[in-house]
């Protein structure tokens, strides 16, 4: 147990819809960072909140954004889906500021399809 | 910018016996860490060893340890004592100083026989 939630744990959407995923962090962690994992592949930094503010991108499109609340939940929003979208969604949350120990703590997912 | 890899897509171990995964990477920072993630089919990611590039001595973790050839960028796994539950995806992943970003390598599916 990571003490890390994520929901919901599988869905499905249609080409040109808009997700929401979900994640709540362990209290006291104010870094969360998302993660895509395609299937059979390692996963892909997607962006890092600290403190409620966007913190470092990876190579992802605008149409992926998402928010970090005080109460240590975070979501992950993704407008206008493609085929390709479709994968295993991780959050991570880890300590205090963005230092690089390495001690994140995984939530076990959103599995997303795009039909 | 970071690059990890991992040449073996599928290992198998008899139980208790002992076997090395393998990993390279490639990295501009100065100062990075390196990680062995752990991923069961509930596909939660949980952390097995970390390694501080500035130490020489290499990580361990129980039954877990690592060889770290900084020069030759390679960062092995090694699982001694093997059990059923090591049956897992194994992932390696750097970080550089700039954020808690990690650059995870393609993964090894390891299968535990009985």
């Known amino acids: 147990e990571t003490g890390v939630t994520q929901s919901p744990t599988h869905l499905i959407k249609t080409r040109g819809q808009q997700v929401t995923l979900r994640c709540s962090s362990q209290?006291?962690?104010?870094?969360v960072s998302w993660y895509q994992q395609a299937l059979g592949q390692g996963p892909q930094f997607i962006f890092q909140?600290?403190?409620?503010?966007?913190?470092g991108r990876g190579n992802f499109p605008p149409r992926f954004s998402g928010l970090q609340f005080p109460n240590y939940s975070s979501e992950l929003n993704v407008n206008a889906l493609e085929l390709d979208d479709s994968a295993l969604y991780l959050c991570?949350?880890?300590?205090?500021?963005?230092?690089?120990?390495?001690?994140?703590?995984f939530g076990e997912g959103s599995r997303l399809t795009v039909l | 910018a970071q690059t990890v890899t991992q040449s073996q897509p599928e290992m198998s171990v008899q139980e208790a016996e002992t076997v090395t995964l393998s990993c390279t990477y490639d990295?501009?920072?100065?100062?990075?860490?390196l990680f062995w993630y752990k991923q069961p089919p509930s596909r939660q990611m949980i952390l097995v060893i970390r390694?501080?590039?500035?130490?020489?001595q290499n990580a361990t973790e129980n039954r877990f340890s690592v060889n770290f050839q900084k020069a030759a960028k390679s960062f092995s796994l090694k699982i001694s004592d093997s059990q059923l539950g090591d049956t897992a995806m194994y992932f390696c992943?750097?970080?550089?100083?700039?954020?808690?970003?990690?650059?995870f390598g393609e993964g090894t599916q390891l299968t535990v026989n009985p």
């Open positions: 990295t501009s920072e100065s100062n990075y860490y």
């Open positions: 992943a750097s970080e550089g100083t700039s954020g808690s970003r990690l650059t």
């Open positions: 991570a949350s880890g300590g205090a500021g963005t230092a690089n120990t390495g001690e994140l703590f």
């Open positions: 909140y600290y403190r409620e503010e966007e913190n």
């Open positions: 390694q501080e590039a500035y130490k020489q």
């Open positions: 209290s006291g962690h104010n870094t």
